[in-house]
């Protein structure tokens, strides 16, 4: 059971927008600790695509958005293309556990 | 170019020990703290480790806390992951990963490696 909740699953056609949640708790995203999003791809390391809550790094497309409200963040991929097709990962810092955390993980299947 | 490449993974005994290495290339290594992740097979990614630029301070999760051990040799650009007490559950790719922020809290994982495999079995 992770710390931060993701869906399994998500799915959408090339050129949707789909939005895949982080749900956390007072001690973590409620808190004020930032979210940070990862993706990878199968057999590959996860990389980097959204920092701070809404911060893309360079090379990583405007199609990317992230934001926070409250104890949840939510990432958003438009214009959906076939190779979005991966895991995608949440983020934070729990005070209680006194431990980075991640979410459980989501599949993103481009349909 | 920007590299972390991680070694020493294979196959160990429950109770057995392994030490795993991440040479860092591309970036001042000693400038930035820098962490273990692993990902048990199929499953998703779980913070295992940090040491923070220094080597000065270090963290660890609850499962591995008076197991692993992490450091860092700074000249030789190297992170290190001693795991000794070793348990099935510990069966996992482990990743090294350099940090990224300002603020300890609010660390990411700015850059990772691909991976070493460590499996424990008897």
């Known amino acids: 059971q992770s710390v931060l909740t993701q869906p399994p699953s998500v799915s959408g056609a090339p050129g949707q927008r789909v939005t895949i949640s982080c749900t956390g708790r007072?001690?973590?995203?409620?808190?004020?600790?930032?979210v940070h999003w990862y993706l990878q791809l199968p057999q590959t390391a996860p990389k980097l695509l959204i920092y701070?809550?809404?911060n893309r790094p360079s090379g990583v497309p405007d199609r990317f958005s992230g934001s926070k409200s409250g104890a949840s963040a939510s990432l958003a991929i438009t214009g959906l293309q076939a190779e979005d097709e991966a895991d995608y990962y949440c983020?934070?810092?729990?005070?209680?556990?006194?431990?980075?955390?991640f979410g459980g993980g989501t599949k993103l299947t481009v349909l | 170019e920007v590299q972390l490449l991680e070694s020493g993974g294979g196959l160990a005994q429950p109770g057995g020990s392994l030490r795993l290495s991440c040479a860092a290339s591309?970036?001042?290594?000693?400038?930035?703290?820098m962490a273990w992740v692993r990902q048990a097979p199929g499953k998703g990614l779980e913070w295992v480790s940090t040491?923070?630029?220094?080597?000065?301070?270090?963290y660890y999760t609850d499962s591995v806390k008076g197991r692993f051990t992490i450091s860092r040799d700074t000249p030789q650009n190297t992170l290190y992951l001693q795991m000794n007490s070793l348990r099935v559950d510990d069966t996992a790719v482990y990743h090294c990963?350099?940090?990224?922020?300002?603020?300890?809290?609010?660390?990411?994982?700015?850059?990772w490696g691909r991976g070493t495999l460590v499996i424990v079995s008897s």
């Open positions: 007072s001690s973590n995203i409620g808190a004020g600790y930032d």
């Open positions: 990963a350099k940090l990224g922020g300002l603020i300890t809290r609010n660390w990411y994982f700015h850059l």
């Open positions: 983020q934070s810092y729990d005070s209680s556990l006194s431990a980075w955390v």
């Open positions: 591309g970036f001042t290594f000693g400038a930035y703290a």
């Open positions: 701070d809550n809404t």
């Open positions: 040491i923070i630029n220094s080597g000065t301070s270090t």
